[in-house]
């Protein structure tokens, strides 16, 4: 069944992203011929008005066929006057970008559901997981509550706050001689107090160097809770998960040429299978709809690069076109999408090779 909701939210964003160049291009005035979901050989269609409605057959995409997109196209005389070079530049771009801009406005309309229905996950002193053979899993379980490291238990701060103090405490007590390789014994230990059926204990731990989070660990993870916020606070956390996606995907896009950053990127498969898993387990429809709202964002930043044939790439050129007071020959447009199709491409094939890594290695950790 998860599957069936994957492709049926993947579909709903491909028809949003379509449906915002199609309604922008009527209310710009320009003919659309056709609106399609998908490629291919056609399923199944039919004709109201000038444009024509259908579904395809090979599930990757869809597009608006909008009079005139092609600057070589034969228009016929009767419906120049609606085609898409026909219109000012202004008109193009506002189409153009109505795609990624509804994308991105249902990411932001979902967050601030989200956020203001079920509130924010905000973290709690329990144990929520032990990490197997760390030095928590030989004193700790799940559902105890951590009160203090060292002594200290910070009754004036909040609970994340009081939590990321523990941390910094944990860190501070290093290997022998400030070793950090991963696994080594930190020379000295933890007084570690928590509660448990009632009953407060205290024991010494000796944390472990953990390369991949670059410090110290006891070993395991605190739990979480919801807290009912406002629609101000909703709306600002909306904002800014939007903003620090944003931002992370210019930091991918722009260091690609470095490891770290290549094996960020995922294709389809990718998304798909880590769609499976956030489907599975508690708080499936929670994490399903953050899931679809940042597929959703992320379909239109990506978008928005500017290299065609994404939208970003029609945009940049008509801002070209409008700076120098006329429009860019068919040539170099023709060369710019030539490059964007071999960059496009390579991302797919890398996205793949990364979705390839990852289903025969360790898997997405979507949990």
Not at 121 to 148: C, F, I, T, W, Y
Not at 184 to 197: G, I, K, S
């Amino acid at each position: 069944m998860s599957w069936v909701l994957i492709f049926l939210g993947f579909s709903l964003l491909i028809i949003l992203h379509e449906g915002g160049h199609y309604l922008a291009a009527k209310a710009t005035g320009m003919r659309v011929e056709r609106f399609f979901l998908f490629f291919g050989p056609t399923i199944w269609s039919f004709k109201r008005g000038e444009t024509e409605y259908g579904i395809k057959s090979i599930p990757l995409g869809g597009y608006v066929k909008i009079t005139g997109m092609n600057p070589e196209e034969e228009v016929p005389p009767e419906h120049e006057a609606k085609a898409y070079y026909k219109q000012k530049v202004w008109k193009r771009i506002v189409v153009v970008a109505a795609g990624p801009a509804v994308n991105i406005a249902l990411a932001f309309i979902i967050l601030f559901g989200v956020r203001t229905v079920m509130g924010t996950p905000e973290l709690n002193q329990s144990v929520a997981s032990v990490m197997a053979g760390s030095a928590a899993s030989k004193v700790l379980q799940p559902g105890d509550r951590v009160l203090a490291i060292d002594g200290r238990r910070f009754p004036g701060l909040s609970a994340p706050e009081r939590l990321e103090r523990f941390g910094k405490i944990v860190s501070s007590h290093e290997c022998a001689g400030g070793e950090k390789v991963n696994g080594c014994v930190a020379e000295t230990p933890v007084l570690l107090t928590f509660e448990r059926d009632g009953k407060t204990k205290t024991v010494a731990v000796h944390p472990h160097y953990d390369s991949a989070a670059k410090r110290p660990l006891i070993g395991f993870t605190y739990g979480t809770e919801q807290k009912s916020v406002g629609a101000v606070a909703a709306a600002s956390a909306a904002g800014t998960a939007i903003w620090e996606v944003a931002e992370g995907t210019f930091h991918v896009f722009s260091h690609l040429f470095e490891k770290e950053e290549r094996e960020q990127v995922s294709g389809v498969v990718g998304i798909s299978d880590a769609a499976h898993e956030t489907l599975e387990g508690e708080q499936a429809l929670e994490r399903g709809l953050l899931l679809l709202a940042l597929v959703s964002l992320s379909l239109g930043l990506v978008n928005l690069i500017p290299i065609l044939p994404l939208d970003g790439g029609h945009i940049f050129w008509a801002i070209v076109e409008k700076l120098r007071g006329a429009p860019v020959s068919l040539r170099v447009m023709e060369r710019a999408t030539v490059i964007g199709i071999v960059l496009v491409v390579m991302l797919f094939f890398l996205g793949l090779s990364n979705d390839i890594g990852r289903i025969t290695g360790e898997g997405f950790n979507a949990r």
